[in-house]
């Protein structure tokens, strides 16, 4: 049996962009209290996000930018494609998803993930 998955339906706000005082507000899933998954556009977002203070269901955009997880979503249950991504990711170990999942992601640049911190 998987664990339960904890989503809370919730808004954060991202920017500045262009412009100091251009912001935006997206509504999506955060899971942990520190992670939003977002829809924009028709690819399906993952950024870090921090809780807005004294604010339900409001948060901040993190220390992090983000990163697209899936696209061409339009139309699908964002939910139920939050949970399944998350159920297949917590069943492969680092070295699976490094060798399975993010060598072979399309259109992908070089990486540097700099993980000689591990030693």
């Not at 997206?26 to 870090?48: A, S, T």
């Not at 159920?87 to 170990?93: F, H």
């Amino acid at each position: 049996m998987s664990a339960q998955i904890n989503l809370e339906l919730a808004s954060v706000i991202l920017g500045p962009f262009d412009r100091d005082h251009q912001y935006a507000l997206y509504e999506g899933y955060v899971l942990n209290g520190r992670h939003i998954f977002i829809l924009d556009e028709g690819e399906l977002w993952l950024r870090q996000v921090n809780k807005a203070p004294g604010m339900d269901h409001l948060y901040l955009d993190g220390d992090s930018g983000g990163m697209v997880i899936a696209s061409a979503v339009e139309g699908a249950d964002i939910r139920d494609l939050i949970e399944t991504i998350i159920t297949e990711l917590r069943m492969m170990d680092g070295l699976q998803f490094l060798l399975d999942i993010l060598l072979w992601t399309k259109d992908r640049g070089d990486l540097s993930l700099k993980l000689e911190f591990l030693r």
